[in-house]
């Protein structure tokens, strides 16, 4: 553990009873990096974010969050939260909510009025500060619960399923959020089921099914390699001798398939079809996505668990 570390754990794991929530999760999360910790529902996601806040007591292991040990007080208050399931009471005004927060975050009061007023520019409130919640989208309330997140200046910021109550414009609203956090040196720990939304914003994610990490990496490390599909017609013959030196063809009707492909050799590859007579109708760059990676992962674990039994 050094400072440029801001989570790790060792073994931890928590049992309900007979559920095992968590199956000993080992990590480091650097500071300054946005990690991504992903599957499905009941996978143990939620448990995980619990265990390194403290709000909930591990049955194993340990682990420790910005130096100190898991629960620590003072660290808390270096640490946002926002939890999956939150409702703020309807009555109350966004910017009592925050203020009923900065007490409970232990904000000096001279700093409240500053710290509100960012937070509320940052998620883009300002001009509903007044406004009851009751009043909110649903959009808006998981906004507002970032905001609350992020009151105080905190180094690490535990974001619990942020876009799945949120439409497409929501969810674009909060990617650029995680952005913003990620060019501040924030840490952020984001759990989500949706594999697909947090592609784009994690530098590296772990994937995590029935409490047990099934991968952990890089995310364009587990995406693998870039293909590009072009459709041409009229360019026959030629194509494997001129387009070989892009890398490994297939050829399927009109259809060209190079994989892997360097994105950036894209144009060139245009422009040798057409010098070759060829004519162009489209150019799709393809990607595994984690989703597919998911999946393919999930299938090679029933199959080693088939072959067990
Ligand atoms: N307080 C609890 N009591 C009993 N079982 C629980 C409790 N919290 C979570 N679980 C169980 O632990 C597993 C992981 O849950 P959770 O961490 O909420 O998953 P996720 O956030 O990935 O959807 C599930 O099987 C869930 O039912
Ligand atoms: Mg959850």
């Known amino acids: 553990m050094t400072d440029a570390t801001a989570i790790e754990t ?56 910005l130096g100190a040990p ?13 939890p ?16 009923a ?42 906004r507002l619960g970032i905001a609350v997140a992020l009151l105080g200046d905190p180094e690490v ?8 109550a949120l439409d497409p414009v929501g969810r674009a609203d909060v990617r650029a959020l995680i952005h913003h956090l990620r060019e501040h040196g924030v840490t952020v720990f984001l759990n989500s089921h949706l594999l697909g939304e947090v592609e784009r914003v994690c530098d590296r994610v772990a994937i995590v099914d029935r409490g047990r990490v099934i991968v952990e990496g890089r995310i364009d490390e587990l995406l693998g390699s870039r293909s590009v599909r072009i459709r041409v017609t009229e360019f026959d013959g030629k194509a494997e ?9 297939t050829i399927e009707g009109d259809w060209l398939t190079i994989r892997p492909v360097e994105a950036e ?7 040798t079809i057409v010098a070759g007579g060829g004519r162009v109708h489209a150019v799709e760059p393809g990607r595994a996505t984690l989703e597919d990676r998911f999946l393919a992962l999930l299938q ?10």
């Open 10 to 65: 060792r073994e931890l794991a928590k049992r309900y009873k007979e559920t095992i929530a968590l199956a000993g999760l080992t990590m480091t999360v650097p500071r300054g990096e946005v990690f991504g910790f992903l599957g499905p529902n009941g996978a143990g996601k939620t448990t995980a974010v619990k265990l390194l806040l403290g709000l909930a007591r591990p049955t194993g292991g340990q682990g420790v969050v």
């Open 70 to 82: 898991l629960g620590d007080l003072a660290a808390r208050r270096r640490i946002g939260y926002l």
């Open 84 to 99: 999956e399931l939150f409702r703020y009471q309807s009555w109350l005004r966004a910017r009592e909510v925050l203020a």
């Open 101 to 142: 927060h900065c007490e409970l975050a232990g904000v000096p009061s001279d700093r409240w009025a500053g710290q509100i007023s960012s937070v509320l520019e940052l998620v883009g409130l300002t001009d509903r500060a007044g406004d009851r919640v009751g009043s909110f989208s649903k959009g808006m309330q998981q």
């Open 157 to 164: 910021v535990f974001l619990d399923e942020p876009t799945s």
């Open 241 to 249: 001798a001129s387009l070989g030196r892009f890398g490994p063809l």
């Open 265 to 271: 050799s894209v144009p060139d590859i245009v422009a």
């Open 300 to 309: 090679i674990e029933e199959a080693l668990e088939a072959a067990k039994s």
